[in-house]
Each structure stands twice: as C-alpha cells, then as structure tokens.
C-alpha cells in the first residue's frame, strides 16, 4: 500500500513539475517583459498586424521596445496616429513598416508614399532615427508585382532621405512569394517568422551600437 501511494506521489510530482514547465513556456513572452522590466522606451516598432504580432522585447532580448503596431493600418492612419503612437514616447530609434494594407485597399502608390515621406520628415524633425523596412510579400503571386513596385520606390525614398532600409523579404520569401510554413493566411506571419526579422533588426543594433 505505501509503495503504491509512493509510486502515485512521484507521478503526481512529475505531473504537476512538467506542467509548471509547460506553463512557463507558454507564457515566456509575458514573464519576459514582466521581470526584465520595461526600461524608457529607446526603440518603437511602427506598422500595422505585421508589427503588432511580433513580440518585441522578447524576440530583440530588450526591455526598452515599444511596440505600436496596429491592425488594418494603411500609411494614411500611420500618419495621423504618429503623435499618438511614436512621438509621445520620445524614442531614439523608429523602425518603419507599412503599405502593404494600401496595396490591399487599392490605394494609389504616390498617395502611399507621400505618406511615408510625411511620416519620415516628421519623425526626423523630432531627432528621431528612422529605419524603413520592406513591405513583406504575400502568398498571393497577385500582389508580387505591387509590393516589388513598392519597395523599389522605397529603397528609393530611403535614399533620399538618407535613412536606413532593411529588406525583411529575403529572410522569410522566396520567388517573391511569402514562404507557406511561415504565414498564417497568405499575409500574416507564424511565429517562426519573427526570429529572422528580429535578426535582421538585431543586426543593425548592434552595428550601430545602440
């Protein structure tokens, strides 16, 4: 009788240990902002869903990322949500993505990119660095030649402004086709996306030490 009492406490244990474990990874992301501590806001991640997915500070190993991505977001609402969403928190550093939402709604590139340049010359007027990163690619071969038309104008654009340009498409995008196992829908990212994207961010941290 004890050994069988013994021999349910050890399974018991072992239960409720692995359990502990799997409830630690599934809230990693959360207990990871939670204890490294939210340092003043050094860098602000600005788009749409695409942004806003990405656990930041978890994914760039940092308590100072502020994420204000923001779902169906085209550049139009970017603009106008700057002050709200980017500006108030005073960052050093302003990694860019939108237009991929304009393309989907059908709205004009010059009007798209009128709208970055805005928001570009508003951010650098606050002494705020600007990255812009590439609209990332779709499953649909449909919205290829859009989002290449779109990105060549804003390498373009970022070479007038003589700011930055990560090009995220490479990483995650083949035959300028999202890659399947690393989209949700055709258009939103798994997780196992992330980690690329976050290493081409990374890499630019640390290249210009900050």
């Known amino acids: 009788m004890k050994a069988h009492r013994l021999k349910v406490s050890v399974i018991l244990n ?5 359990g502990i474990f799997i409830g630690l990874f599934l809230c990693r992301d959360w207990i990871y902002e939670r204890f490294v ?5 050094k860098i602000v991640m600005y788009g749409d869903s695409l942004t806003e997915h990405g656990k930041w500070n978890y994914l760039l190993l940092r308590g100072d990322v502020k994420n204000s991505g923001f779902g169906g977001h085209t550049t139009s609402h970017l603009l106008v949500m700057l002050d709200q969403r980017v500006l108030i928190y005073k960052p050093k550093i302003c990694f860019l993505l939108g237009g991929i939402n304009d393309i989907n709604f059908g709205i004009p590139l010059p009007r798209t990119l009128k709208n970055m340049n805005s928001i570009i010359d508003k951010l650098q007027e606050r002494n705020i660095s600007v990255v812009l990163q ?13 989002i290449e038309a779109m990105n060549d104008s804003l390498m373009v654009m970022a ?10 498409n490479p990483e995650i995008s083949k035959n300028k086709l999202l890659i399947a196992s690393y ?28």
Do not use: R
């Open 134 to 146: 590439s609209v990332l690619y779709t499953t649909d071969p449909n919205n290829s030649i859009e």
């Open 183 to 210: 989209s949700k829908d055709g258009l939103h990212l798994t997780k196992a996306a992330y980690p690329h994207w976050a290493g081409l961010i990374k890499g630019y941290l640390a290249a210009n030490n900050l």
């Open 14 to 18: 072992f239960l409720f240990i692995i």
């Open 159 to 168: 070479k007038q402004q003589k700011i930055s340009f990560i090009n995220i």
């Open 37 to 41: 501590g939210k340092k003043q806001t």
